[in-house]
């Protein structure tokens, strides 16, 4: 079994910042990609960023330039920097590990989510 514990949301002020944290432990080999991802009440789902075990990242274009994704391999942990936000980065942030396991599966994994707040 595998977990993704995310942690660092909370209730901020626009312009203000957030540092979300998603630890991955259990039944891991390896992992090659990890992602946030976010949902807004009434919306569906949506990518904010993603990091491959290179190193690549990918951004949506809403949070480019302001939100910084980064891991660390020895903590099998994935980190969200995100500054200057605002009240429309409001939502639930969810992370997510495309991962293999020690029985060589390949899964993708999902954390409970924690709740971002931007208040104008």
């Known amino acids: 079994q595998v977990q993704l514990v995310e942690s660092g949301g909370g209730l901020v002020q626009a312009g203000g910042t957030l540092r979300l944290s998603c630890a991955a432990s259990?039944?891991?080999?390896?992992?090659?990609?990890m992602g946030w991802y976010r949902q807004a009440p009434g919306k569906q789902r949506e990518l904010v960023a993603t990091?491959?075990?290179?190193?690549?990242?990918n951004y949506a274009d809403s949070v480019k330039g302001r939100f910084t994704i980064s891991r660390d391999d020895a903590k099998n942990t994935a980190y969200l920097q995100m500054n200057s936000l605002k009240p429309e980065d409001t939502a639930v942030y969810y992370c997510?590990?495309?991962?293999?396991?020690?029985?060589?599966?390949?899964?993708?994994?999902w954390g409970h989510g924690t709740q971002v707040t931007v208040s104008s």
């Open positions: 990091i491959t075990n290179a190193g690549s990242t």
């Open positions: 259990g039944n891991i080999f390896t992992i090659y990609a």
């Open positions: 997510n590990a495309d991962l293999r396991t020690r029985a060589l599966r390949r899964v993708d994994y």
